[in-house]
């Protein structure tokens, strides 16, 4: 029991410090969360995501199928 809140207590801690760096602590002229934003805005990573976003449409349509056949052909 003490080992399991030991572990969580530093995860909780690393994670407190990755959330810090992340969004206050400046890399160049931006902090991490900035620069990661400016390169979500681009139009690169907007066809990136769009391309992703169909894959998985079209992967959740295919498993749907899959998943209905199943159940009709085990009553």
Avoid: C, K, Q, W
């Amino acid at each position: 029991m003490l080992g399991f809140v030991a572990r969580t207590a530093v995860r909780m801690v690393a994670l407190a410090g990755l959330l810090y760096v992340t969004f206050f602590v400046a890399l160049g002229p931006y902090t991490l969360y900035g620069h990661m934003r400016r390169i979500a805005d681009t139009a690169e990573a907007r066809e990136l995501f769009a391309a992703a976003a169909a894959e998985i449409r079209a992967a959740a349509g295919s498993l749907g199928t899959r998943i209905g056949n199943l159940r009709a052909s085990h009553p």
